[in-house]
């Protein structure tokens, strides 16, 4: 596909749960961090692809606030992962004109890289192309928590009026409240639930659920998955006709 020829009526904002490396990488005799680095290369294809497709905003689901409860071994070599990625990636992000976020509470993390997640972000605030948002540590139903409770310290101290609270109050107050909410969630490697992924944003988002292995998800399937929903009537509610 030739670049600047965006698919029409296409998505503006995706979001990706990137499932199915760990399972990649047993079928093929090898341990599940062979999976996970598959799956790094595999978000260096899908974001090159992004402008070309259209889309303006992409959010991907790189470690859960349940992601903890894995072996030590595969967590421990996931934080070493993000890290490399990240000190790998930066560069290329400032020249691809990539701005990166990332979402989630830092707090758990290890210092070092809470500190490449800082420098990412600054590096990358004057970029004005694909706004790539990383989900490190995060958890929708812990991310509603945290807002609320900067909410209600905001009441507490009077900055904020409980009678003016409403469905506009509390997005001003979730990690993603600069972003637009997601058009479209993708899940890979067929297992069809959210996974506490984007609880509040996703309420009238689009979901496909495809079979394929995140490894495996290339430019040509992120294509046609995109094409299919520009063929669905979106209603938010509403009845056409």
């Excluded at 599940?32 to 402008?51: D, K, M, T, W, Y």
């Excluded at 948002?133 to 409770?149: F, K, M, Q, S």
């Excluded at 009238?204 to 290339?218: A, C, G, K, R, V």
Aim: proline letters at 4%; hydrophobic letters at 40%.
């Amino acid at each position: 596909m030739a670049r600047n020829t965006p698919l029409t009526g296409g998505p503006r904002h995706v979001a990706i749960i990137m499932d199915g490396n760990g399972r990649w990488a047993q079928a093929r005799g090898r341990p599940r961090l062979f999976g996970h680095h598959a799956g790094a290369r595999r978000v260096r294809e899908i974001v090159s692809s992004c402008p070309d497709l259209g889309v303006d905003y992409l959010t991907i689901f790189a470690f859960s606030t349940e992601n903890w409860k894995r072996t030590q071994t595969e967590v421990a070599g996931l934080m070493a992962l993000f890290r490399r990625y990240i000190l790998k990636e930066m560069q290329e992000f400032v020249k691809e004109d990539v701005r990166v976020r990332f979402i989630g509470d830092r707090q758990r993390l290890d210092k070092s890289l809470q500190a490449l997640m800082d420098e990412t972000e600054q590096m990358t605030s004057v970029c004005t192309g694909l706004n790539l948002t990383i989900a490190l540590n995060y958890g929708g139903r812990d991310e509603v928590a945290r807002a609320t409770r900067r909410l209600a310290q905001d009441v507490a101290d009077g900055r904020l009026d409980p009678a003016e609270v409403d469905q506009e109050t509390l997005p001003k107050y979730l990690d993603t409240r600069v972003l637009p909410d997601p058009d479209l969630v993708i899940r890979t490697s067929g297992e069809a639930r959210i996974s506490n992924f984007l609880l509040w944003q996703s309420a009238y988002s689009e979901y496909e659920f495809i079979d394929t292995l995140w490894p495996d998800f290339t430019r040509e399937i992120f294509t046609d998955v995109l094409r299919g929903y520009g063929a669905r009537d979106r209603r938010f509610g509403a009845v056409n006709g």
